[in-house]
């Protein structure tokens, strides 16, 4: 393959990724509105969330199950799942008529989810080699963030009313399937030839110190990431009394915005520097972002939106440098299926920290909420600082890091 069709195919899978990530948070966005349509409290709002979360685990634990992405061809396996995420969030407008159906269906959207982030990960670590995957990846990764903020900026900047910026998140999604299954093609890197049924693997790999260490990073990271774009503009809406039109553009820019520029950063980095430095510095600086939030609390829009590009830009810019990480030292036949274990067990802490923020904010306010994200990025920290030593250890003695013992 030419120098140039794996770059088509790179633009091919992030704009797959954008459309197909777009129904994630497209309820989380008009959670305002549907506090009065439906007539719900908060736990009933924090679950419009969090059940996509679980649902995303339960798909994920059922795609490594049968290491679908390794036995079946991945783009057929994005496109089936992107559509079925679209379906599902396009039934939530139509079917349900309060929390307990909408719940159902989000859970749903979470399920089909897993079999497009976890599969476009290893389609685009299929078209690179150990010199570009670490941008290629951060590319990815900035997909997926644009296409979550994307129901934010629906909302931020039309008049859409809560059932269409549904509608047009969904839309979005059946866009996806139609892009995966036409033009998306895995490339030479990572075919997955040799994989049978081994679902143990999943679990085997944690009996290996350099996966363990790269799945511990990813773990502190996912401890802090969801809970923050989830309570995000809760925040700034509580300190800077903003409307629901300007919060919303505030977190578009954060999260989408800074997001993107933050992982095109990190993955640029991981291939210049190394991946455990460039995870490393990104864990340091959203968990300093973490302990200063309460110093930023109430302060000027212009003031807290510099800590909110930087914390947007610091706390994903790591996401695909995890993702590399594990590419390299996992088995090759079943890179799809680690990649996934990996993302189901960091999404299932997700759903404990999206419920604790606001409990936490319900006690002490929103000023001091956050501050129980900092011990994710702290311990991640400390892990990449471990698989740093044992990658120097495996550069001098000339040895694959994913055959040291």
């Known amino acids: 393959m030419t120098r140039d069709h794996r770059y088509v195919q790179l633009g091919l899978i992030a704009a797959m990724q954008v459309l197909g990530l777009a129904v994630w948070f497209s309820a989380s966005a008009v959670v305002p509105t549907l506090r009065e349509v439906w007539r719900i409290g908060d736990m009933q709002a924090v ?25 079946f061809p991945p783009q057929r396996v994005a496109a089936c799942a992107a559509l079925g995420a679209a379906l599902v969030t396009a039934a939530v407008p139509v079917l349900a008529d309060g929390f307990g159906v909408a719940v159902l269906l989000r859970l749903c959207t979470g399920f089909f989810l897993a079999g497009v982030y976890p599969v476009g ?11 570009g995957r670490g941008l290629a990846l951060g590319v990815l990764v900035g997909a997926l963030t644009l296409g979550s903020a994307l129901p934010q900026l629906l909302r931020g900047l039309g008049t859409l009313p809560w059932q269409g910026v549904l509608a047009a998140a969904a839309g979005l999604g059946a866009v996806a399937a139609v892009l995966a299954l036409t033009l998306v093609r895995p490339g030479p890197h990572l075919s997955g030839k040799g994989a049978r049924h081994r679902p143990r693997y999943a679990l085997e790999m944690f009996t290996e110190r350099g996966p363990l260490l790269a799945n511990l990073g990813y773990f502190g990271h996912m401890w802090e990431l969801y809970a923050l774009w989830t309570w995000l503009p809760s925040f700034v809406a509580a300190g800077a009394a903003t409307t ?26 991981a291939d210049r520097y190394g991946r455990a430095p460039a995870a490393g510095v990104a864990l340091v600086v959203s968990g300093a972002c973490c302990v200063v939030s309460p110093l930023f609390f109430g302060a ?16 994903i810019a790591d996401s ?12 090759s036949r079943y890179v799809g299926t680690a990649l996934t274990a990996q993302t189901a067990i960091g999404f299932l802490l997700t759903v404990v920290t999206i419920n604790l923020v ?6 002490t306010g929103w000023r001091y ?8 990025p702290i311990l991640g920290a400390i892990a990449m600082r471990a698989l740093g030593h044992r990658t120097a250890r495996a550069a001098r003695l000339d040895q694959p890091i994913g055959e040291m013992t």
Not at 50 to 58: D, E, I, L, R
Not at 320 to 331: C, I, K, M, R
């Open 300 to 315: 000027p829009l212009p003031v807290l939106l510099v800590l909110l590009v930087v914390w947007g830009a610091a706390v």
């Open 320 to 331: 695909g440098v995890f993702s590399t990480a594990l590419s390299e030292v996992a088995d």
């Open 358 to 363: 606001p409990m936490l904010a319900g006690l």
């Open 369 to 376: 909420a956050f501050l129980l994200l900092a011990p994710g």
């Open 121 to 131: 990960m290893k389609l685009m670590a299929s078209w690179f080699g150990s010199a």
């Open 244 to 269: 629901g039109t300007t919060t919303s553009l505030v977190a578009f820019a954060a999260i989408g915005v800074a997001g993107v520029a933050g992982c095109l950063l990190g993955g640029w980095a």
């Open 47 to 71: 679950w419009l969330t969090a059940s996509v979360q679980v649902g995303f685990v339960a798909g994920a634990v059922t795609s490594a199950a049968f290491n679908l992405p390794d036995r």
